[in-house]
């Protein structure tokens, strides 16, 4: 089973230049989201998808983009990077809210440095 | 907006002793779940317990257990006969079972041998 895949591990980025992190998941999960990991701050929500189809922002979404326009991936774009985004970024999925399983999947996530 | 404080950035155990983690919560609601996670150096994210606000039973997962205090607020995770694999970070989180969980700062447990 491979569950929620992330991909990069690992990226440096120099302010202004773009990119996508790509997550895929495999167990038919309806709701998927990306959050941010920084020191001290724990995981916030960027941006979360209850569907194909369907995106909304979470707490921290400002620079960057989603879309779902399957059911299993949901990317995240960085238009123009700043290093204020300097962080460890994980995808996470689960069932869809409401059916009684609210556990989060989680991504061995991506270390993204922005000089 | 609902928050998550965990008020112990940094706590140590002796090997086999148990250790206590404090989390609490501020919110207005009655339904709700609470979560302890685990990340290790890995840095992979795993799920120790989880707990249904409408259940007065604490829950418990072998040597993890909680203290759920709806009242109080408060969801403590408390650690028995401590192991060196369980040094890691650990965060409490919150969320109604929409779309929204909300994770506290973290607390960095050591064990030492």
């Known amino acids: 089973n491979a569950g929620v895949t992330q991909t990069p591990k690992f990226q440096v980025l120099k302010t202004g230049q773009s990119m996508t992190l790509q997550c895929a998941q495999d167990m038919n999960h309806e709701y998927m989201s990306w959050y941010r990991q920084d020191p001290g701050m724990g995981l916030r929500l960027i941006h979360y998808s209850v569907g194909a189809g369907i995106t909304d922002q979470g707490e921290v979404p400002n620079g960057y983009n989603v879309s779902r326009s399957t059911t299993e991936d949901f990317p995240l774009r960085l238009l123009s990077a700043a290093p204020s985004q300097t962080s460890v970024y994980f995808c996470?999925?689960?069932?869809?809210?409401?059916?009684?399983?609210?556990?989060?999947?989680f991504g061995s996530g991506t270390q993204l440095s922005v000089l | 907006a609902q928050t998550v404080t965990q008020s112990q950035p940094e706590m140590s155990v002796q090997e086999a002793e148990t250790v206590t983690l404090s989390c609490t919560y501020d919110?207005?609601?009655?339904?709700?779940?609470l979560f302890w996670y685990k990340q290790p150096p890995s840095r992979q994210m795993i799920l120790v317990i989880r707990?249904?606000?409408?259940?007065?039973q604490n829950a418990t997962e072998n040597r993890f257990s909680v203290n759920f205090q709806k009242a109080a607020k408060s969801f403590s995770l408390k650690i028995s006969d401590s192991q060196l694999g369980d040094a890691a970070m650990y965060f409490c989180a919150y969320t109604e079972g929409n779309n929204d969980m909300r994770f506290g700062a973290g607390t960095r447990l050591t064990v030492k041998p």
């Open positions: 919110t207005s609601e009655s339904d709700y779940y």
């Open positions: 996470a999925s689960s069932y869809s809210p409401g059916q009684g399983n609210e556990k989060l999947f």
């Open positions: 707990q249904e606000a409408y259940k007065q």
